[in-house]
């Protein structure tokens, strides 16, 4: 531009100096090479505006379809782990039976897997097989009684001794039109090749239903197994094979996640393909959306992208005709091009900043959707499992065997995974349950130092360091622990070779340049703990991420990239800060600030356990339970019932109303938040205590604390977040019983 500037100003002192003729006066060179201009820059401007379009749409279609992969995913896992718990429970009701004796007991076992069948939270039918492969009892009578399946390959990898779960594709002519995939495993034989085969049917509508709800129209979702077979797919169609060379099959091999362009449903037109592993299972959700629809969506700026370079071919062409008229009005006309170029580059730095903080806004916002949907059901199912295994314990006691204790308490430590993971999405998404406490930093970490170093392997030494003169935080103590477990979880793995991890505490000042970014904080005084390893730290790329969620370094298996998020998430609820201090081969500092506690409460140092509550501690007692989870309420009256309560049970708030209005004896109302019928919990309490002034309230929900603040109960009525165990649950009921002289139920 300065050189092209230079060029037309000579030109204008050439032309003002030229003596003035009758003849017309030829057209200035600046004005010629601004008149290429004219059409060269607008054409690479609308170039270049139009790759950065097309790349973010691909980018853009590419979030989308990961996203619905892996939404599909966990439905899928959820499905399939059902399906795997389904064929545990007719393992064990067939346990101690031998073929003849399933035969001879073939009509009554029928009725059992019908049972079985029903008390599912996904329709799955079961069928029981004999080792040569013909079908003994099945709950629906489908297939009928010795129909040869020795053909699955299912069937067959059962007989060749394989373990675990195995999938096929259900043959609709055996199983009915509404089969979609199967599922076996080995019927269990101790010590011996397995003893026949157990089959699970699940319907094709129980993944077609989601799928078609997740796609709107716009791809189609796959189930694929690890050799490639597809096990269901949407729309119907031939289940083809993936060739050893295809895209999506060497993706899958390689453990690359990220979308490929392949042809899954052998349409022979190219697809873009996101897929997701399900859980530890061999099998895939995949998604495509076709390429043609994906292309469309790449040009959807064209217009202002258009504007914008006719708006600039427009100001160089009006230069031309300046620089046309007189040389004289040159300087003015480079200033007006000039001012134009550099308004034009600031409308498209500030579009570009308003798409980048768009394009986060929607990525949190979506993330955040995603967390309050799978907490709510998440948390539903975690709280049946964790109520079921625990009831199994108290129903067996000292008559269980060590199989039956080594199965509980794998499913116990399942569903403690499970709750964590849910907890660490709502901890970055700072909807987690918080109890703020004056906390005694160097007091937690005293007392916190035996289990850090349980965490850590002998090759990490552990020192501490801490202000004596501290003062007091406001804090979530079990949380603050949460949050310095992951620091030295993390430390320990960053020092594979070990180290030495050194943990010291301070009183800080932040200033307000310290917090750009950070709206939660004030500036002012703080108690920082920092976490310091030795470990092989972070380059720069890698720690301006670190606190993203699902980011991580790790291999495949090995981390969630939920850890520091976690912390950060806690960190920034508080109203605290977290920052970061890395470089590769010089170890990583990471430090929580967090706000000062009250100066007139007394400081606590770390979580103390609660009081135990004693078999039988609900005699005298009743309480309401109201639960639309069938599963749910299940548990919950069944756990009350041991404790010695004397329990009703209502599927929603009206029936809840309606039995209160009838007379029925209720101490306590035991409801979850979230629940159809057009009364929530927070409604179903206030009418309840509006009919019984003294009744005791204690609501439930996955959504924890926000389930309150969302439907206007907070700091009206208790709440304890899914999943409960049995012991949480009696002391908060415990806690709600109302004041009487004598119980209204006779103790037994």
């Keep these: 531009m300065i050189r092209n500037a230079a060029m037309i100003e000579d030109k204008a002192r050439l032309d003002t100096a030229a003596p003035r003729t009758g003849r017309s006066r030829p057209a200035p060179i600046s004005a010629v090479i601004v008149l290429v201009l004219a059409v060269a820059i607008p054409l690479g401007l609308m170039a270049l505006l ?61 009725g059992d897997l019908r049972r079985l069948e029903q008390a599912q939270p996904e329709d799955i039918a079961l069928v029981l097989v004999r080792p040569d492969g013909r079908a003994v009892v099945a709950g629906r009578g489908e297939p009928a009684p010795l ?22 594709p259900a043959p609709r002519d055996v199983f009915g039109e509404g089969a979609g995939l199967l599922i076996a495993r080995g019927r269990a034989a101790e010590g011996r090749p397995p ?18 709800r997740l796609s709107q129209g716009q791809g189609r979702f796959a189930l694929l197994r690890w050799d490639g077979l597809t096990l269901l797919r949407q729309g119907g169609g031939p289940m083809p094979v993936l060739g050893a060379r295809d895209p999506l099959r060497l993706a899958i091999a390689q453990g690359d996640q990220r979308p490929v362009t392949a042809d899954p449903f052998g349409d022979g037109a190219p697809q873009l393909v996101a897929w997701q592993r399900v859980g ?67 409308e498209i730095a500030r579009r570009e900043v308003a798409e980048e903080s768009l394009r986060n806004a929607q990525r949190m916002e979506g993330l955040g959707r995603l967390t309050g949907g799978v907490a709510h059901d998440f948390n539903n199912l975690l709280t049946a499992i964790l109520g079921t295994a625990r009831a199994l314990e108290r129903h067996l006691g000292p008559r269980a065997d060590e199989r039956t204790k080594r199965l509980l308490a794998a499913t116990v430590t399942a569903v403690d995974r499970g709750a964590r993971l849910n907890a660490s999405l709502l901890a970055f998404a ?29 090759s990490v030494t552990v020192e501490l360091s801490l202000d004596q003169k501290l003062p007091a935080c406001s804090a979530d103590a079990a949380q603050l622990e949460a949050a310095l477990l992951n620091l030295a979880i993390n430390a320990r793995d960053a020092m594979p070779r070990g180290g030495k991890l050194r943990v010291l505490t301070r009183r800080a000042w932040l200033q307000e340049q310290a917090l750009a970014g950070n709206t939660e ?3 002012g005084p703080y108690v920082a703990i920092e976490v310091r390893d030795t470990g092989t730290g972070m380059p ?33 609820q508080i109203g605290g800060h977290v920052a970061i201090q890395s470089a590769p081969a010089r170890g990583t500092t990471v430090t929580l600030y967090l706000p000062l506690g009250s100066a007139t409460d007394n400081a606590v140092g770390g979580t103390a356990a609660p009081p135990r509550i004693h078999a039988n501690s609900g005699i005298g007692w009743s309480v309401l339970v109201v639960e639309d989870e069938p599963a749910v309420r299940a548990v919950a009256v069944d756990m009350l019932q041991d404790a010695g309560f004397a329990v009703l049970a209502a599927p929603d708030g009206p029936t809840a109303i309606a039995l209160l209005k009838e007379g029925a004896q209720a101490d306590i ?9 057009g009364m929530t919990g927070v409604d179903l309490a206030r009418e309840a205590r509006r009919l019984r002034p003294t009744i005791g309230v204690l609501l439930a929900s996955g959504y924890a604390a926000e389930a309150l603040a969302e439907h206007g109960g907070a700091g009206e009525f208790e709440l304890i977040g899914k999943p409960y165990d049995v012991e949480t649950v009696l002391t908060r009921i415990a806690a709600q019983r109302p004041t009487r002289a004598l119980p209204k139920v006779p103790a037994a």
């Design 50 to 110: 139009t790759s950065q379009d097309r790349a973010q749409a691909r980018d853009a279609a590419k979030r989308d379809t990961t996203t619905a992969a892996t939404i599909a995913r966990e439905h899928a896992l959820r499905v399939l782990q059902a399906g795997g718990a389904a064929l545990d429970r007719l393992d064990d009701l067939t346990a101690n039976l031998n073929w003849a004796q399933i035969q001879a007991r073939r009509t009554p076992l029928q």
């Design 147 to 168: 129909a040869d399946l020795s053909g699955l390959d299912g069937i067959r990898a059962v007989r060749e001794g394989q373990r675990g779960l195995l999938f096929d």
């Design 195 to 212: 003893d026949g085969t157990l089959l699970g049917v699940l319907k094709a509508e129980t993944f077609l239903g989601e799928w078609d």
């Design 280 to 346: 530890d299972l061999p099998v895939f959700v995949a998604y495509a959306v076709p390429l043609a629809r994906v292309q469309p969506t790449m040009g959807t700026q064209f217009g202002p992208n258009a504007a914008l370079a006719g708006g600039l071919a427009l100001a160089l062409l009006f230069a031309a005709w300046r620089i046309w008229l007189g040389s004289r009005s040159t300087v003015q006309t480079l200033d007006r091009l000039e001012s134009n170029a550099a308004e034009l580059r600031a």
């Design 430 to 458: 700072r909807r987690q349950p918080l109890t703020l406490t004056n906390v005694d930093a160097n007091a937690l970490l005293r007392d916190f130092l035996p289990l850090l170093r349980r965490a850590l392997d002998e």
């Design 521 to 523: 904080a004030q500036p």
């Design 540 to 572: 720069p790329e890698v720690r301006e991420r670190a606190f993203e969620p699902f980011f991580t370094t790790k291999g495949p298996g090995q981390g969630t990239g939920l850890g520091l998020s976690q912390v950060f998430g806690f960190v920034r």
């Design 669 to 677: 109302l035991f409801s979850d938040v979230v629940m159809p019928g």
